[in-house]
Each structure stands twice: as structure tokens, then as C-alpha cells.
């Protein structure tokens, strides 16, 4: 979902839970305690310095979505190598010189980067314990790390799908429902396979309750990250089981007035358990 240097920006439906590296270092040490994260800001500045001037169909600028993307595979639990490959996933699009990734970054993650844009979904292995279940000492295979860097590509692009025209918004719907979807779960990544699953449906069957399950999927950004797995199946086997539009609406207002003051309890008794 490129687009070239200064596109005009569309009104409304800014991506208003933009990731920050902050929150992607934070997200790298919770899963990785002690881990050198000088890679992935070394990463990201290179990332902002061949993206300047590029921006998102939403005006934002496009380094924005580098940070998306490595957040997701952050919060995946990918190792800093791989979470450095996807702050640098789209750097191939820009006019730096490939020999400069493996200069600063080393030949795998060059690798990785380069695999993203070039390996077919097809010829990725999947339905084996993937890179979501791996122990505390496991590491990813180099083919896992590519499809959870695409994955989260396309996850981040379907939070930010607005700004596509209806006839691409559709499209693109279709593809992650098809095949992004069982693929991340597939995988071994449910929690990233369940909101692809509802961010599509939303666009194609906008009338239904997808449109409430969409609202509580983008409400877990809210929280901290160890907990969002645990309230957005919560929320939602609570959704499935309300059968009517207009309970799913008024159970997804509750949630939706209530995130806030959830977010902080959360936040408080983790701050107070850790001291």
C-alpha cells in the first residue's frame, strides 16, 4: 500500500493507533528480557532517512508504517534480528543500495528483507508450530520470519484500508480472508489470524456484527500489549454469543466506553506487580 511522495490526504480515518518505536522496544525487551535492541533503532532511523518524504495515503509519512509492522512482529515475539527486517521491509522500494543492508545490518537480515518482496506465500511452509509458539529460547526459521514480516504487512495495511477506493478495498478484503488469514493461523498465530479474519469481514459484509467486532479489535490497542490477547478473545466469544445487531452494538458501546478505565487498571497493576 505505497504510495508516491506527497499524495493528497484523504479526510478522516487516520490510523489513530500509529505504533511508536518506544512501543516496539518495549514490546522487543517484554519477549526477549536483555535483548540488544541497538539494531532496531539503528533500523529505524534508516528506515526514516530512505522513506523522507514519502507518505501513506492517509498523509502520514511512511516510516509510520515500517513502525506498524515491526510492532506486530514485535508483539509476535520475533527476536530483534527479524523485528530489524521489518522495520526495513520496504526499504527496497527506496534508493538505498542493497550492499548497504548487509553493510550495516548484516547478511541476514538483508536476506530476510530481500525474501519478503521476492519468496511466494505458496512456497512458505505452514500448519507446523510457527514462529507465535516458539519457546523462550526457540528461534524462528528464516521462512517463518518472512511470512510473520508479511503478515504483519498486511495486517497493518487492512487497519489503514479506508483510504483504498471501494472496488481495492474489496480486493484486498477478499485475498486476506482467503489466504492471510489461515495462513497466520496456520502458522501458530491465532490472535494476528482472528483480527485479519475480522478487519475483512468488515469491509465485506460491513451491515453485520463484523462492524462491532472491528470496534473491539482496534479497542485492545488500548491496552497493554501482554493483555490484548486475552480480552480481545474475551470480548469477542462474548460478541458470537449475542444474537441480535442491535445487543452486539450496545455490548460493543459498553466496551468502548469502558477501555479507558480498563486500560488503566491494567496498567497500574502491572506497575504495582513489578515493583
Known sequence: MKTRPRTARRAGGRDAAAASLPQV???LRLHHPGADVSLVERAHAEAARWHAGQTRRSGDPYVTHCVAVAAVVADAGMPPAVVCAAMLHDITDTLCPPARVVEYFGPDVARLVADVVAVKLVDLPVGKPGPGTAGPTGRPTHEEAVLAIR???RLHNMRTIAF????????KARETIDVFAPLARAAGLPDMGRELHDLSTAVLRPASSAVSARVLTLLTVLLPSAQRARWREEWHAELTCLPERGTRARFALRVLLGAPRLSLTLRHRARWEGS
Open 25 to 27: 522496544l518495549t514490546a
Open 151 to 153: 503478515l504483519a504487512d
Open 164 to 171: 483504498l477506493g471501494p472496488a481495492k478495498q474489496h480486493g
